[in-house]
T-cell receptor, first 114, second 114 residues
Framework: KAGVTQTPRYLIKTRGQQVTLSCSPI?????VSWYQQTPGQGLQFLFE???????NKGNFPGRFSGRQFSNSRSEMNVSTLELGDSALYLC?????????????FGPGTRLTVL | AQTVTQSQPEMSVQEAETVTLSCTYD???????LFWYKQPPSRQMILVIR??????QNATENRFSVNFQKAAKSFSLKISDSQLGDAAMYFC???????????FGTGTRLQVTL
């Protein structure tokens, strides 16, 4: 079974631009979660989608948004980019038939904001 | 709020030896799940082991085992017969029955020497 895929793997943007990251979960997984990883803040939860609905949200500004499609693929959007948004963005999928299901991670998208 | 603490920023072990990575957590919930993830230089987050809090028995996966002390809120990872490929960042993570997000510790960088 194919793993979680994320595209693109690397992105360079400038301040003020917006960016969209994509995540395809493992086949059969209905939950997709997004995390931001930075050297200063570590790994922080952004949001989780299950069956096209946002089920949980972390403490990030409204510039960070996401959505999930009927095939469980998810996109994350960041508008009005700031230098501090430079990070590795990780997507994880799980069956999510119940909470506590193991989350499996993709390789990440490295975003650099100049 | 739940917190996860990894007090060892770096550890070193010789090949074929055993090493233990520490993790403590704080929660008021009684039903939760704990994980150890490994992040090698490729940055792909890989599941090492999963523990369900209601299970008394410590989880084991080949050379990896945990010492789960629920009363002490401690969840350490033991790596036996260490191999060069075990060199990575190791993250301890928590999720509860009521929320699907993972809360991560700050990580322990493990070096494996010849």
């Amino acid at each position: 079974k194919a793993g979680v895929t994320q595209t693109p793997r690397y992105l360079i943007k400038t301040r003020g631009q917006q960016v969209t990251l994509s995540c395809s979960p493992i086949s059969g997984h209905r939950s997709v979660s997004w995390y931001q990883q930075t050297p200063g803040q570590g790994l922080q939860f952004l949001f989780e989608y299950f069956s096209e609905t946002q089920r949980n949200k972390g403490n990030f500004p409204g510039r960070f948004s996401g959505r999930q499609f009927s095939n469980s693929r998810s996109e994350m959007n960041v508008s009005t980019l700031e230098l501090g948004d430079s990070a590795l963005y990780l997507c994880a999928s799980s069956l999510a038939q119940r909470t506590g299901d193991t989350q499996y991670f993709g390789p990440g998208t490295r975003l650099t904001v100049l | 709020a739940q917190t996860v603490t990894q007090s060892q920023p770096e550890m070193s072990v010789q090949e074929a030896e055993t090493v233990t990575l520490s993790c403590t957590y704080d929660t008021s919930e009684s039903d939760y799940y704990l994980f150890w993830y490994k992040q090698p230089p490729s940055r792909q987050m890989i599941l090492v082991i999963r523990q369900e809090a209601y299970k008394q028995q410590n989880a084991t996966e080949n050379r990896f085992s945990v010492n789960f002390q629920k009363a002490a809120k401690s969840f350490s990872l033991k790596i036996s017969d260490s191999q060069l490929g075990d060199a990575a960042m190791y993250f301890c993570a928590y999720t509860s029955r009521t929320a699907s997000k993972l809360t991560f510790g700050t990580g322990t960088r493990l070096q494996v020497t010849l």
